[in-house]
Each structure stands twice: as structure tokens, then as C-alpha cells.
């Protein structure tokens, strides 16, 4: 049974940084893409970052140029490091491994809350 569990979510002042981690477990973590998506109260859920197993990431424009996403598939953990946090970014970040074949399923993670304050 596959398991993704975030962590590293928090408060923070406008302009600072957090870094979001999500462990994988039951799945062969390298062969599928992840990605950290978002979603603030009243919106849609929304794509943040994602990253493929050969580690070719992709980006919200919103997000260009202050979050990185990374990959450690030896320790089967995506990484989400988000710098010139903005009130905006506030949401529950949610991990997310895409299925690895057409028959497999998508898996999500339960959220972990990010709140950044003016």
C-alpha cells in the first residue's frame, strides 16, 4: 500500500523560506514522477512543481524562480523548498506520485498547511 507523508509545514513571515518534505512508501518511489500541488480555502486544488524520475521539473508560474523541487529516491522523499514565501502561497500542500502506467493509480497525501503572514 502506497504512502505519501508530508512534512515541514508551518508559519512563516512574508519573505521567508520553509522546506516541505514527502516520504513515499510502498511504491518503487524511482520510476514515478512526484509533485507538490496546493489549495487555499475557497480555490482549487492547483499544481505547484513537479518532477520526473530523470528529475526534468516543471513549475506554476507563480512559483518560478522561488521554489525548488527535488528528488531523493535513495531515501524515496520529494523535497519542496520554497524561498520569498508570499500571503498568497498560503494553502495545504499536498503531495502527489503519479501513476507509473496507465492501469496504476494516482496517490495523494493527507496535506500539510503552509501559512504565511504579511
Known amino acids: 500500500q502506497v504512502q505519501l507523508v508530508e512534512s515541514g509545514g508551518g508559519l512563516v513571515q512574508a519573505g521567508g523560506s520553509l522546506r516541505l518534505s514527502c516520504a513515499a512508501s510502498?511504491?518503487?518511489?524511482?520510476?514515478?514522477?512526484m509533485g507538490w500541488y496546493r489549495q487555499a480555502p475557497g480555490k482549487e486544488r492547483e499544481l505547484v512543481a513537479n518532477?520526473?524520475?530523470?528529475?526534468?521539473?516543471a513549475y506554476a508560474d507563480s512559483v518560478k524562480g522561488r521554489f525548488t523541487i527535488s528528488r531523493d529516491n535513495a531515501e524515496s522523499t520529494v523535497y519542496l523548498q520554497m524561498n520569498s514565501l508570499k500571503p498568497e502561497d498560503t494553502a495545504v500542500y499536498f503531495c502527489?506520485?503519479?501513476?507509473?502506467?496507465?492501469?496504476?493509480?494516482?496517490?495523494w497525501g493527507q496535506g500539510t498547511q503552509v501559512t504565511v503572514s504579511s
Open positions: 510502498g511504491s518503487i518511489f524511482s520510476i514515478n514522477t
Open positions: 502527489k506520485q503519479y501513476r507509473s502506467t496507465l492501469y496504476a493509480n494516482d496517490y
Open positions: 518532477i520526473t524520475p530523470g528529475r526534468i521539473s
